[in-house]
């Protein structure tokens, strides 16, 4: 009986072009997926200058497929803002933001890259529009709006008087549990994030604490704000650490053994 013979296949081409496939499916080119579209970008921090003229040349992009800089450029008559891919005269042009808008039509697709993914000002002077991104952020402010009006709902008088101090000041003092109120309603609308860190910032209670033991004569800090005191004896109740605010540095002592005790002793006294 013959022996069948054993054909081997070289497969070192597929190989070779199984790597390629592979290596372009994992391209870093940022123009793999471009959207032929209107865009428009806009100064962050809500600058809105009547005209605002950003850099259209001698700037770089560090390309990480080539490994190095290359020099960007906007020109009015090439189709590529890379100098290296430019061939022939370059007419520069202007980029220009009016009332802190730009408004670019799909059909200038060169500034549109330049601007969406290859200008080093992106980002951190300006932002491209995008309508998902805006209502994500949109949607989560309003609930934080929520969640700080909620929170503010339900606070006890004296928290609401320790947040509203660090926005008011001594003013609070003198304000009914109704004007408290309102105004703490509003500024946990206007400020939704800095209200809610404030109420789960447990020293900003003890800081009023401190304060308005103060202001009611109990205890008194020295002009130079490094010491406090009793007011009935004048005896020292603590030395205020170099570079600290003095109410913070009360408010931290305040959970100390000692600070306790005295803390309760001051409490008595407000409700005596």
């Not at 090439?78 to 808008?101: K, S």
């Not at 320790?162 to 309102?182: C, H, I, N």
């Not at 800090?221 to 913070?248: A, C, M």
Request: net charge negative; proline share 2%.
């Amino acid at each position: 009986m013959a022996k069948e013979k054993i054909k081997f296949t070289d497969r070192s081409n597929d190989i070779v072009e199984t790597s390629k496939e592979l290596k372009e499916k994992v391209s870093t080119n940022l123009e793999d997926n471009w959207v032929f579209k209107d865009r428009t970008y806009y100064l962050k921090n809500r600058m809105a200058p009547l005209s605002h003229i950003i850099k259209a040349a001698d700037i770089y992009y560090f390309d990480k497929e080539k490994g190095y800089e290359r020099e960007l450029k906007y020109t009015r008559n090439q189709t590529t803002c890379f100098v290296d891919e430019m061939h022939g005269e370059q007419r520069l042009d202007h980029i220009v933001f009016r009332d802190g808008i730009l408004s670019v039509p799909k059909n200038k697709t060169t500034l549109q890259k330049l601007l969406s993914l290859y200008h080093p000002l992106k980002d951190s002077l300006y932002e491209e529009f995008d309508a998902v991104r805006e209502a994500v952020d949109e949607l989560s402010t309003i609930e934080m709006e929520i969640e700080a009006l909620n929170a503010a709902q339900s606070l006890e008088v004296d928290v609401m008087e320790a947040v509203m101090r660090v926005e008011l000041g001594s003013k609070v003092s003198g304000m009914s549990s109704k004007e408290l109120k309102r105004d703490t309603l509003i500024y946990a609308k206007r400020n939704p994030s800095l209200f809610l860190e404030l109420v789960n910032d447990e020293n900003v209670v003890l800081r009023n604490f401190g304060i308005k033991a103060t202001e009611m004569g109990i205890i008194k800090i020295s002009n130079d704000q490094r010491t406090f005191t009793w007011v009935s004896n004048g005896r020292k109740l603590l030395n205020v650490p170099f570079d600290e605010h003095p109410y913070s540095a009360l408010a931290a002592w305040f959970k100390t053994d000692e600070g306790m005790e005295i803390y309760s002793n001051i409490e008595k006294r407000f409700n005596s």
